[in-house]
């Protein structure tokens, strides 16, 4: 591929486009603009990239997944394939994704702060319960399900995911259980109900908070659970003890930097020989996280790798007794709430606008086909505090 600075000054945008794109998709395809149909790589096409709008060099040198994310939104760039088929044909190539750091600093590199950290968890979920409705399944599970046969529904794999973890806890009646990030709080309802357990969730969104507390109280769980406005890093000192700690995708919302800080609250509030299990987005080695999801869908989101969390735990007497990858149970649980999106975009867009439907589409779609070509996955840690020779010899399966 030659360089930016030999078509900025040979002048010819759409030459560069061209030989940017090749670089990046490892299949033959089209492109179309005013200028006509480029056919690019040996063999049949496998779709047609319609561009209404050039990109600048400038924006693609800058950040590939911004300048192509915003001119999809935008409607200047279109597929005539499906948006994930189109996407799982490439995303496994985004190494060769160009990423300026330093023009990206106000994007990649955000404040750590309490006040910062809250905008930014509820500038994601705090768009609407109503909304989430619309495309989650009936528990508003908002992560990886575990989808255990092929005619398992999402609302089915949901309550597997649920399940599995609480059965990892080996849960009993009477023991005290922390959600950290509890969402609307369908798993610690399950486990009160399921195991007598008492129960709080912490969350900073307003919205979860608001519906999870009604639940509480329609269902007649006020002696069991209880749900609080809190930040993580207020547990050290709250006072609290629980025998069983769980996180199911929070920790992506700590930034690197603080996951230290998150395994010492985790340890200010767990008694000893307790459980503690992370479910989180996991990469395999550590990046900064990719521009267009941190501009437009989570603000200070960052993915830690595997072998980062695990090298931490040991310093609070942490014990790693299982480790699961759930991969490809992301994969397709992201294809069941695109397919969900897909039957309601129409109402999103007349909501809250089309580059917004569009936005959640490919961001439903490009997490889907990250997942299956293990750019990121997804994965289950059990932890003891200090040894427990207490637990079951064999491994939940």
Same mark, same amino acid.
């Given at each position: ?6 078509? +900025?000054?040979?002048? %010819? ?5 061209? %030989?940017?794109? +090749? ?46 994310? #915003? ?32 023009? &990206? ?51 089915? *794999? ?33 486990? *009160? ?25 329609? +269902? ?9 406005? &809190? ?9 609290? #003890? ?10 992506? !919302?700590? #930034? ?8 010492? %609250? ?8 307790? &459980? ?6 996991? *990469?395999?080695? #550590?990046? @900064? ?45 992201? &294809? ?20 917004? *439907?569009?936005?959640? +589409? ?16 997804? !994965? ?7 040894? %427990?020779?207490?637990? @079951? ?5």
């Amino acid at each position: 591929m030659k360089s930016a600075l030999f078509y +900025e000054r040979s002048g %010819n945008l759409n030459q560069f486009i061209e %030989n940017y794109l +090749e670089n990046i998709i490892p299949v033959p395809f089209e492109i179309e603009t005013s200028e006509g149909i480029s056919r690019l790589g040996e063999g049949v096409p496998r779709f047609t990239v319609t561009i209404k709008k050039m990109p600048s060099k400038k924006e693609l040198m800058t950040s590939t997944s911004l300048t192509l994310g #915003e001119a999809y939104m935008r409607g200047d760039l279109e597929v005539d394939r499906d948006l994930y088929e189109v996407l799982d044909l490439f995303m496994g190539k985004m190494d060769k994704f160009t990423t300026d750091k330093n023009a &990206l600093k106000s994007i990649i590199k955000t404040s750590m702060s309490k006040k910062n950290q809250r905008r930014e968890v509820r500038s994601h979920y705090d768009i609407g319960n109503d909304f989430y409705e619309l495309w989650l399944d009936e528990t508003l599970s908002y992560s990886c399900g575990y989808f255990k046969t092929e005619e398992d529904t999402l609302y089915q *794999a949901q309550i597997n995911k649920v399940d599995h973890i609480l059965e990892k806890l080996h849960l009993e009646k009477g023991m005290r259980l922390l959600d950290i990030g509890c969402g609307w709080g369908f798993l610690l309802k399950r486990a *009160a109900k399921k195991y007598g357990v008492h129960g709080v969730g912490i969350t900073l969104s307003e919205e979860q908070k608001k519906k999870f507390q009604e639940d509480i109280v329609r +269902e007649g769980m006020t002696d069991l659970l209880e749900v609080r406005l &809190l930040d993580y890093r207020e547990l050290e000192k709250s006072g609290m #003890e629980f025998d069983r700690v769980v996180s199911v995708g929070m920790i992506e !919302h700590v #930034e690197r930097g603080n996951y230290e800080r998150f395994m010492r %609250n985790v340890d200010a509030v767990l008694t000893p020989g307790g &459980l503690f299990l992370l479910h989180y987005i996991s *990469a395999l080695r #550590e990046n @900064p996280g990719d521009a267009w999801i941190r501009k437009y869908i989570f603000p200070g989101g960052t993915i830690p790798s595997l072998r980062e969390i695990i090298n931490i735990l040991p310093d609070y007497n942490f014990y790693t007794l299982d480790v699961e990858s759930l991969r490809r149970h992301y994969n397709k649980t992201l &294809l069941c709430w695109r397919e969900n999106f897909r039957k309601c975009k129409d109402k999103v867009a007349a909501d809250k606008g089309e580059d917004f *439907a569009r936005m959640w +589409e490919l961001y439903l779609a490009s997490c889907a086909a990250t997942f299956r070509n293990g750019i990121i996955d997804l !994965h289950q840690i059990l932890i003891s505090k200090g040894v %427990n020779n207490d637990l @079951p010899m064999l491994r939940v399966v």
